[in-house]
């Protein structure tokens, strides 16, 4: 009876249309390579200037404006605590959105000690322009999946987010 040499035993296993493990994780170069690809979908977007207001607002300013509409009328104290400014950096930094009229503050009804700061409609509307341009863009480069694709893209997207510990 013959032994195995060492050599065949040591050699892997070859499966059919073995490509990478099922549960092997993805190398750097992967995720780079998948990441760049992924954000090429944005280099579709025009590139005009944007609306008067965006030029004129910081990324914290624009931040606190996605903020607002995603959780509603925010009290000034909170907005300080989520930006991490003091309370008289705060209403500066308010006062410069509000100038542009994308939010408004009012006394609370139930306690008029309370401002909370509102998205007014033009804020609304100036995010939905802002958000417009990157959802044609994606939709357009999405539109190249069948629809069986774009199902298995959506689940592995959303896989993604609750992993980030996100809502999806």
Do not use: W, Y
């Amino acid at each position: 009876m013959n032994e195995p040499s060492a050599t065949a035993v040591a050699a892997p296993i070859k499966r059919r249309g073995a490509g990478p493990r099922p549960n092997a994780r993805p190398t750097d170069e992967q995720l780079t390579t998948v990441a760049t690809d992924l954000l090429g979908i944005f280099r579709g977007i025009p590139n005009q200037p944007p609306r008067v207001p965006a030029r004129d607002l910081t990324m914290g300013q624009l931040r606190l404006l996605f903020l607002l509409r995603r959780e509603g009328p925010q009290p000034m104290g909170r907005l300080a605590e989520v930006l991490d400014l003091s309370p008289t950096a705060s209403s500066g930094f308010v006062t410069r959105i509000e100038r542009h009229g994308l939010v408004v503050r009012r006394h609370r009804s139930d306690d008029r000690r309370i401002v909370e700061c509102e998205l007014t409609e033009d804020g609304a509307r100036f995010l939905q322009e802002l958000s417009g341009d990157r959802i044609d863009t994606v939709r357009v480069a999405l539109s190249a999946l069948d629809t069986t694709e774009l199902t298995e893209f959506h689940r592995l997207l959303r896989r993604i987010l609750e992993n980030q510990g996100e809502p999806a």
